[in-house]
T-cell receptor, first 112, second 113 residues
Framework: GENVEQHPSTLSVQEGDSAVIKCTYS??????FPWYKQELGKRPQLIID?????GEKKDQRIAVTLNKTAKHFSLHITETQPEDSAVYFC???????????FGSGTQLTVLP | EAQVTQNPRYLITVTGKKLTVTCSQN?????MSWYRQDPGLGLRQIYY???????DKGDVPEGYKVSRKEKRNFPLILESPSPNQTSLYFC????????????FGPGTRLTVT
């Protein structure tokens, strides 16, 4: 089955700096790669996703890049703000039912 | 309001006492899943269902059961809970088709002593 690895597990940045979280996947048939944000005590919520037919997607301060050849994708957050502090999960679809396999999460802390 | 609901939100129980966590969605979604979240391990899928009466094992199904008798409901059953099932559980649903976006419930914090 699919295996998704996510790094780093924790990341601290100064407010205004950029943050990058990286994930690798194993199933070359995967074609959908979402990123979820989970604030403390809350449920995960989708913040951005990318499909395999594009290499980059942006939405205001967040962007995701995908390298299908290397089987890795990354989340980029620019001009970080304290409210960006949360756990971020990457995921990839897999299997006959196209279920999502999640990475282990990255705790992002934005220091004021 | 479109939503996924779970009950109870918090549960403390003892080893061996059967329990059920309910999950319901009002979006007419075909797909529903259960995940457990543990520190450092992310979200791991327990079971999923592609439609009524169609269920399949995820990555960590041992010790759990599910049923899908109605499209909107997908209960998670622990027939003999053990302390290693202490975790945060999320139910999620999504529509069939090309959109894979999952909508998560609020979570159930389960402690088994």
């Amino acid at each position: 089955g699919e295996n998704v690895e996510q790094h780093p597990s924790t990341l601290s940045v100064q407010e205004g700096d950029s943050a990058v979280i990286k994930c690798t996947y194993s199933d070359s048939a995967s074609n959908y790669f979402p990123w979820y944000k989970q604030e403390l005590g809350k449920r995960p919520q989708l913040i951005i996703d990318i499909r395999s037919n594009v290499g980059e997607k942006k939405d205001q301060r967040i962007a995701v890049t995908l390298n299908k050849t290397a089987k890795h994708f990354s989340l980029h957050i620019t001009e970080t703000q304290p409210e960006d502090s949360a756990v971020y999960f990457c995921a990839a679809n897999s299997g006959s039912a196209r279920q999502l396999t999640f990475g282990s999460g990255t705790q992002l802390t934005v220091l004021p | 309001e479109a939503q996924v609901t779970q009950n109870p939100r918090y549960l403390i129980t003892v080893t061996g006492k059967k329990l059920t966590v309910t999950c319901s969605q009002n979006m007419n979604h075909e797909y529903m899943s259960w995940y457990r979240q543990d520190p450092g391990l992310g979200l791991r899928q327990i079971y999923y269902s592609m439609n009524v009466e169609v269920t399949d094992k995820g990555d960590v199904p041992e010790g759990y059961k599910v049923s899908r008798k109605e499209k909107r409901n997908f209960p998670l059953i622990l027939e003999s809970p053990s302390p290693n099932q202490t975790s945060l559980y999320f139910c999620a649903s999504r529509a069939a088709g090309s959109s894979y976006e999952q909508y998560f419930g609020p979570g159930t914090r389960l402690t088994v002593t």
